[in-house]
């Protein structure tokens, strides 16, 4: 039973530049959510996505933007870096409905590093 | 006021001692409690959920105060191995389904021989 999987691990880019993050949920999970970890702080939530849509949103700019692919998978991208968006990113995926007071079950995480 | 505060770090604390994390919380609408995990550079993973009446997993205790917003993490008989952060997290739900997790700043345990 595959768990949650993130791509890349590790990241270096340089300030002004794109980058996009890719999740796959947990085997059976539809619910995909993205938080961004600084150093020494806890996950913030950037924005979660259901049925394809952004159904909620962090206190993130616009620059942060996502998306949701039919087979529940997901992308973070974040246009115009900068030195502030260094920071582990973390997917985590969750099962709506019935199954909904289960835990939120997270991949190992994208490191990225802006120059 | 932060939406969930936790106790500063870090406890250093030696083999075998009981140790206690505490955690506020701001939202009186949070419905789901929970202790997260994280070793260093890596993922959080959970430790346990926190239900209203308490609940113990082996040498782990949570208790849940709603009409306080407290919830609380006691480790007795503290190994080697729990040297991590521990990461207080409340959720709504929303939309049928789980909303975000607010996460705690986190609390770093070193057990130390």
């Known amino acids: 039973d595959a768990g949650v999987t993130q791509s890349p691990t590790h990241l270096i880019k340089t300030r002004g530049q794109q980058v996009t993050l890719r999740c796959s949920p947990k085997?059976?999970?539809?619910?995909v959510s993205w938080y961004q970890q600084a150093l020494g702080q806890g996950p913030q939530f950037i924005f979660q996505y259901y049925e394809e849509e952004e159904r909620q949103r962090g206190n993130f700019p616009d620059r942060f933007s996502g998306h949701q692919f039919p087979n529940y998978s997901s992308e973070l991208n974040v246009n115009a870096l900068l030195l502030g968006d260094s920071a582990l990113y973390l997917c985590?995926?969750?099962?709506?409905?019935?199954?909904?007071?289960?835990?939120?079950?997270f991949g190992d995480g994208t490191r990225l590093s802006i120059l | 006021r932060k939406e969930v505060e936790q106790d500063p770090g870090p406890f250093n604390v030696p083999e075998g001692a009981t140790v206690a994390f505490n955690c506020t919380y701001s939202n009186s609408a949070s419905q789901s409690f929970f202790w997260y995990r994280q070793d260093c550079r890596k993922e959080p993973k959970l430790l346990m959920s926190v239900y209203s009446s308490g609940n113990e997993d082996g040498r782990f205790t949570a208790q849940l105060n709603r009409a306080s917003q407290y919830i609380s993490l006691l480790i007795r008989d503290s190994k080697l191995s729990d040297s991590a952060t521990y990461l207080c997290v409340v959720n709504s739900y929303y939309g049928g389904s789980q909303g975000n997790l607010i996460f705690g700043k986190g609390t770093k345990l070193s057990v130390k021989p």
């Open positions: 085997s059976g999970h539809d619910t």
């Open positions: 985590a995926s969750s099962l709506s409905g019935e199954w909904s007071n289960q835990p939120q079950h």
